[in-house]
C-alpha cells in the first residue's frame, strides 16, 4: 500500500515537473530567438542583472538559497537515519513556509527568461531543478494540511529527492540519468536507494511528458564508434586529467568571482551593474574579435563547432554570470565548455564528434562530482558508442578534479 501511494504522488509530481521543465525550456527558446533577431537586447545586461536583484531582494533573499537549504535538509535527514542519536532541524520546511516554494517556481521562471533574453552566459537546469524543488515541497505541504492529524509515512528528502531526479530527467529527455542524479545529487557517496521508486516513476513520468511536448536537447552530430584500443585508452585517461584540472578551475574561477564581488563594500545594486558591465565588455571584445557573439545564452550550438579556445571564453563568461546573480545553471555550459577543449586534441586522430563527447561528459563529471550520472546522460543523450570510453573520461576526471562541485551543499 505505501509503495502504491508513493507510484501515484511520483506520476503526479513528474507530470507536474516535465510540464515546467518543457515551459522552461520553451521560454528560454524564445528568449533567445527574440535577442538574436533584436540583438541591441543585450545592452540590456546590466538592466536584466539589477531587475533580478531587486526581484529576489523584494520577494525573499532566501528563495536564492533554496536549493541548498533542500540538499542541506536530505542530508542532514539522511545523518538522522544513519545516526538516530543526531536531529534533523527540518528549518523552513513547515507547512507554514509553503508560500515559499509557491513564490520561488515563478520567480525562476521569470528571472531566467529575463536572463536568457539580454544573453546572460547560463544554462537553465539549475533553474529547472530549482522548480522541481519547489514543487515537489508545494505537493508535500499540500498533503501535509490536508491530512493534519495523520502521521506521513513518508519523508519530506524523499520529496526533494524526486522532484529533483524529475527535473534533470525531463530537461534532458533522459530518465535514467534524472534517476541516477535525483537520488545522488545532494551526496554522491550516498545513493538513496530509499527514494528509488519513486525517483523512478517521477523521472520517467516527467521525461515522457516533456518528450511528447518536444523539448529540446543537446546533440552532437556524427558520434562513430572507435576502437577500444590501448591508445584510445591512454588518451581517454589524459583527456580525463586535462578535464578534471579545467573543470577545478571553473568551480575555483567561481568561487573566486562571488567572493570578490560579495567583498566589495558598495551596495549590492552597485556590485550587480558593476558585474554586468564586466560582461558586457567581453562581449564587446568577442564581437569585434570575431563578428558575431555565439557566447551568449546557452551557447548550445558550439558543442558542435567552434574552436578549442572558446571553451577559455565560455568559462570565463559563465563564471562571471554566476556571480552577478543571473539565473540559469551550469551543466550546459559545462558540455559546451568540455566540448570546445578538446577539440584541441584533433592531432591525436580521434575523430572530432567522439572528442566533443568525451570532453562534454568528462568536464561535467569533474564539475558536478557525479561521473555515474554524466555517464548515464551521455548513453540517453549522445548514444552508446564509445560506451567504455566515455565511462573511463567520466571517472578519470572526476578523480582528478579538486575538492567542490557545482551543488555547493554537496557532502
Not at 51 to 60: D, N
Not at 152 to 173: H, K, V
Not at 301 to 322: D, F, M, Q, R
Request: include cysteine; hydrophobic fraction near 50%.
Amino acid at each position: 500500500m505505501k509503495n502504491i501511494r508513493w507510484i501515484i504522488r511520483a506520476l503526479v509530481l513528474g507530470c507536474l515537473v516535465g510540464l515546467t521543465s518543457y515551459f522552461l525550456s520553451w521560454s528560454i527558446a524564445k528568449a533567445s530567438e527574440l535577442r538574436q533577431s533584436q540583438q541591441w537586447l543585450v545592452w540590456l545586461l546590466p538592466v536584466s542583472c539589477i531587475l533580478i536583484s531587486l526581484a529576489y531582494e523584494k520577494i525573499g533573499a532566501r528563495l536564492r538559497e533554496f536549493s541548498n537549504n533542500a540538499m542541506d535538509l536530505i542530508n542532514e535527514r539522511l545523518i538522522a537515519k544513519t545516526n538516530p542519536t543526531s536531529v534533523a532541524s527540518e528549518k523552513g520546511w513547515d507547512t507554514d513556509q509553503l508560500g515559499v516554494p509557491v513564490k520561488l517556481a515563478p520567480l525562476v521562471l521569470a528571472t531566467t527568461f529575463l536572463s536568457h533574453l539580454t544573453g546572460a552566459s547560463i544554462g537553465k537546469e539549475g533553474a529547472g531543478v530549482q522548480i522541481g524543488i519547489a514543487v515537489s515541497a508545494i505537493i508535500y505541504a499540500l498533503e501535509r494540511r490536508m491530512r493534519k492529524n495523520i502521521i506521513l509515512d513518508t519523508d519530506i528528502e524523499i520529496y526533494l529527492i524526486t522532484g529533483a531526479g524529475a527535473a534533470f530527467g525531463s530537461l534532458f529527455n533522459a530518465p535514467i540519468a534524472g534517476t541516477l542524479f535525483g537520488l545522488q545529487f545532494a551526496g554522491p557517496k550516498y545513493n538513496r536507494l530509499d527514494a528509488l521508486l519513486p525517483c523512478l516513476v517521477s523521472s520517467f513520468a516527467a521525461s515522457l511528458v516533456s518528450r511528447s511536448l518536444g523539448i529540446e536537447r543537446p546533440f552532437i552530430a556524427g558520434i562513430e564508434a572507435i576502437s577500444f584500443s590501448l591508445s584510445n585508452i591512454l588518451w581517454t585517461i589524459a583527456f580525463g586529467v586535462v578535464l578534471g584540472l579545467c573543470s577545478s578551475a571553473f568551480l575555483w574561477l567561481s568561487k573566486t568571482l562571488k567572493h570578490l564581488w560579495g567583498s566589495l563594500r558598495i551596495k549590492d545594486v552597485y556590485r550587480k551593474l558593476l558585474g554586468s558591465l564586466a560582461v558586457l565588455g567581453l562581449y564587446c571584445l568577442v564581437s569585434l574579435s570575431w563578428g558575431s557573439n555565439p557566447y551568449a545564452g546557452l551557447s548550445a550550438v558550439l558543442i558542435n563547432e567552434g574552436p578549442w579556445y572558446g571553451a577559455l571564453i565560455k568559462l570565463a563568461l559563465t563564471s562571471l554570470c554566476l556571480a552577478c546573480g543571473f539565473t540559469g545553471g551550469e551543466v550546459v555550459p559545462s558540455l559546451v565548455i568540455g566540448s570546445s577543449l578538446l577539440r584541441a586534441f584533433a592531432f591525436t586522430g580521434i575523430p572530432l564528434p567522439v572528442l566533443s563527447c568525451l570532453g562534454a561528459l568528462g568536464f561535467l563529471s569533474g564539475a558536478t562530482g557525479l561521473p555515474v550520472v554524466c555517464f548515464a546522460l551521455g548513453l540517453e543523450v549522445f548514444g552508446t558508442q564509445n560506451a567504455g570510453l566515455c565511462f573511463l573520461c567520466c571517472a578519470v576526471s572526476c578523480l582528478c578534479k579538486a575538492k567542490g562541485s557545482i551543488y555547493e551543499n554537496q557532502i
